[in-house]
């Protein structure tokens, strides 16, 4: 299946409705009507459509022990020789082509957190939805999408470098802006920042800090590293750096565009078969990527509150304040509460950005079965 015709005309650039420095307007907080003392207050816009959230809750609830946990297409796909398996997605050989299953395993802190429902499909959803409309910023390896869950892709040398781009000074993670700014770091990957600044401050200007893959964690580097290092050449390092500051830049007008703030993402690119750099991986998903709703951030950033987010922060915090996520051996289970308020979310990103709605999977089908029929389907036709 081709990806999808964009919604705008990329040629011309999104303005967005009010610039970032203005006041946005602020909104109550609706309260839930199962609240927890693990759940974060929800902005208005999160309760906006109180049934369909309703709905999408009820069929996380009901999905819960039916999740995309783990695939096994190298033995159910005739042609796949082996499996790679990454925090969220399975990727498999498929000879000339990648095929790429994004599951609904929720990683966090190096590791696996919870399984969320729905999650896969979301996110594979919404990386082809920015795929196709970044189109002309960056070519992608994006061969055919034959399943809710999967992307096949063309087969790329990848390079050992994640470009993270933030506009904000946040996080909570050991390698975020925020903890190595409050420990009192102010050169970071080669970006020197100013002295005084306060939690998710915006930043004078969007930035690159990049980080090397590594077996278990990733690892912050600077531009002059990775050349020495011999990650990236000068002229590699230099077009991927111009790329993704421009789909970072493209990405926050469109998000804004539709009330949210883009805070920080990262990119992978790699080198397809004839040497062009492409992009990889996925795009401005709630997993590689940091949102707020926009209308609230400046009136709860001058209280000193934290922003209203829509991504999986409060997830890293509640695991955070229940065990330590990178030394314990076994952790607790996420509460299911939690859980399906992420399925929320991650629908509701989805729907905000795009202006689709999410569909829903049929709760009796095998979410496996058919991947499995779909891909071999694909591959044949390749």
């Known amino acids: 299946m081709a990806l999808r015709a964009p919604l705008q005309n990329p040629s011309k650039p999104l303005r967005p409705k009010h610039p970032l420095v ?36 009820r069929a996380a609830r009901g999905s ?5 946990s783990e695939t096994h297409l190298e033995i159910t796909v005739p042609g796949l020789t ?15 082509y990648l095929v790429l299953v994004t599951t609904d395993r929720q990683s966090a802190f190096d590791r696996v957190l ?43 040398s990848v390079f050992p470098v994640e470009f993270v781009v933030r506009g904000f000074v946040t996080g909570s993670t050991d390698t975020s802006l925020w903890t190595v700014y409050n420990k009192g770091m102010r050169n970071y990957c080669g970006n020197d920042l100013p002295d005084g600044m306060v939690k998710n401050q915006k930043l004078p200007g969007n930035i690159i800090t990049p ?30 750096s111009s790329k993704a500051l421009k789909l970072f830049a493209y990405g926050q007008q469109v998000a804004l565009e539709n009330g949210l703030l883009l805070v920080d993402t990262k990119y992978e690119f790699g080198k397809g078969p004839d040497g062009k750099i492409l992009l990889v991986d996925e795009v401005h998903t709630p997993d590689s990527s940091r949102y707020w709703i926009a209308d609230s951030y400046e009136e709860r950033f001058a ?4 922003p209203e987010n829509v991504d999986k922060e409060f997830l890293r915090l509640w695991f955070k304040n229940h065990c330590n996520p ?27 950005i795009t202006r689709k709605k999410f569909k829903l999977p049929e709760t009796e089908e095998q979410i496996h079965d058919r991947i499995s029929k779909n891909v071999s389907h694909a591959l044949s036709c390749l």
């Not at 819960?64 to 995309?68: A, N």
Request: one cysteine or more; hydrophobic letters at 40%; glycine letters at 4%.
């Open 114 to 156: 919870a399984s969320i429902p729905f999650k896969g499909q979301v996110l594979n959803e919404t990386s082809l939805w920015w795929f196709n409309m970044t189109q002309h910023i960056t070519p992608n390896a994006v061969v055919s999408t034959p399943d809710k869950n999967v992307t096949i892709a063309k087969k790329c």
């Open 211 to 240: 980080t090397t893959k590594g077996v278990d964690h990733d690892v912050p580097v600077s531009p002059e590293e990775i050349i020495k290092l011999g990650l990236m050449t000068q002229d590699e390092f230099d077009e991927v």
């Open 326 to 352: 990178y030394e314990d051996k076994v952790l607790p289970d996420a509460p299911e509460e939690l859980v399906c308020e992420l399925a929320w979310r991650y629908i509701f990103l989805f729907e905000k």
């Open 82 to 96: 082996s499996k790679a398996r990454g925090k969220v997605r399975d990727v498999y050989d498929g000879g000339d």
């Open 22 to 57: 203005s006041s946005f307007r602020s909104r109550s907080l609706i309260p839930m009507a199962r609240q927890t003392r693990w759940l974060p207050s929800i902005a208005a816009s999160l309760h906006h459509d109180a049934a369909h959230r309703d709905e999408v809750l």
């Open 64 to 68: 819960l022990g039916h999740c995309l």
């Open 303 to 306: 209280a000193g509150l934290e």
